[in-house]
């Protein structure tokens, strides 16, 4: 009987798993080999998903953003204050390394 995948699922924690190999390697050095290593598939696998490495730098950004906003819209259902200084952490998060000692 054949696996049963939840694709989506597949590709969203792919893409999570992107996010940290960039934030640990930098978006210059982090390669496709690296990614599919650190979550245990081959690169074959996770090519089946992402053809290549824009698209799936592109559904990294995506799942970014949207644990993003998910953070922010829980903040500000719960407390406008929170909502505020969760704004400006995302905010810091984005920005800090660019930041210039």
């Known amino acids: 009987m054949p696996k049963i995948v939840d694709h989506d699922l597949r590709r969203e924690q792919l893409a999570a798993s992107a996010c940290e190999a960039i934030a640990e390697w930098g978006l210059d ?20 998903y992402f053809p290549n490495k824009d698209t799936l730098l592109l559904a ?8 993003m906003s998910t953070r922010i819209v829980q903040r500000l259902t719960t407390d406008p204050k929170g909502y505020f200084l969760a704004l400006c952490e995302a905010f810091q998060s984005i920005l800090s390394p660019y930041a210039r000692p």
């Open 29 to 48: 050095r982090v390669k496709l080999v690296k990614i599919a290593r650190s979550v245990g598939v081959t690169t074959g696998a996770l090519t089946h």
């Open 60 to 67: 990294a950004q995506r799942f970014a953003m949207k644990s």
